[in-house]
C-alpha cells in the first residue's frame, strides 16, 4: 500500500469524512471503513481484496501459516458505484 501513489502515478489522498467517499471513483479501505460504508447505505462493488502485511515487520504469527490470519488486516479496493 505504499507504493499505491506509485501505481496510481497520482498523488492518493485519505479522508475521514462518509460524505468525501461518495465524491470518489475508489476507496481504500480497511474492514472497519467498508462497514461505515456500508452502514451508509453507500452502493460499491468490490474490485481487490486481500490480506495486508508488511514484510519488513515479519512476526512468528505470520510465518507459520496455521496463525497467519491473526497477523494480517483485510483491505478493499472499492469502486463507488
Do not use: C, W
Amino acid at each position: 500500500l505504499n507504493s499505491l501513489d506509485f501505481y496510481a502515478q497520482d498523488t492518493i489522498h485519505g479522508t475521514n469524512s462518509i460524505a468525501d467517499v461518495r465524491r470518489e471513483k475508489y476507496i481504500l479501505t480497511m474492514d472497519k471503513g467498508l462497514d461505515t460504508i456500508k452502514q451508509n447505505g453507500i452502493a460499491y462493488d468490490i474490485e481487490k481484496q486481500g490480506a495486508l502485511y508488511k514484510v519488513s515487520e515479519l512476526t512468528p504469527e505470520f510465518i507459520n501459516p496455521a496463525t497467519r490470519n491473526t497477523a494480517t488486516r483485510n483491505y478493499y479496493l472499492l469502486k463507488i458505484k
